[in-house]
């Protein structure tokens, strides 16, 4: 088991930008993909990003495209999420997750199914 720590959250303006950060502990880590969710009040859950074991292949959702971009340093067990551009819709608790293998295939990465541990999430709030 993995544990995850998010950070970097806060409250911005529209346009402005925030680098989230997901610590992770457990030996497994630099093995597995990881991948950012979001969830927005009143709504479900949603794939934000991922990024392979290696970080040598990435995916985003639609909204987060030319947006965000989201990276990985194995030596320091720690996921980001660098986000500029941001917009009111935005709003949401952003959680990082454990994929459970390697990489995960353009049609697993958003299923939540594929993830294994979650972080308690970082609330990110965007103002207009």
């Known amino acids: 088991q993995v544990r995850l720590v998010e950070s970097g959250g806060g409250l911005v303006q529209a346009g402005g930008s925030l680098r989230l950060s997901c610590a992770a502990s457990?030996?497994?880590?630099?093995?597995?993909?990881m991948g950012w969710f979001r969830q927005a009040p009143g709504k479900e859950r949603e794939f934000v990003a991922a990024?392979?074991?290696?970080?040598?292949?990435?995916h985003y959702a639609d909204s987060a495209k030319g947006r965000f971009t989201i990276s990985r340093d194995n030596a320091k067990n720690t996921v980001y999420l660098q986000m500029n551009g941001l917009k009111p819709e935005d709003t949401a608790v952003y959680s990082c997750a454990t994929g459970r293998a390697r990489y995960c295939a353009v049609s697993e990465c958003s299923d939540e199914t594929q993830y294994d541990d979650w972080g308690q999430g970082t609330q990110v709030t965007v103002s207009s």
């Open positions: 990024i392979s074991w290696s970080g040598a292949s990435t």
């Open positions: 457990g030996r497994s880590f630099s093995s597995r993909a």
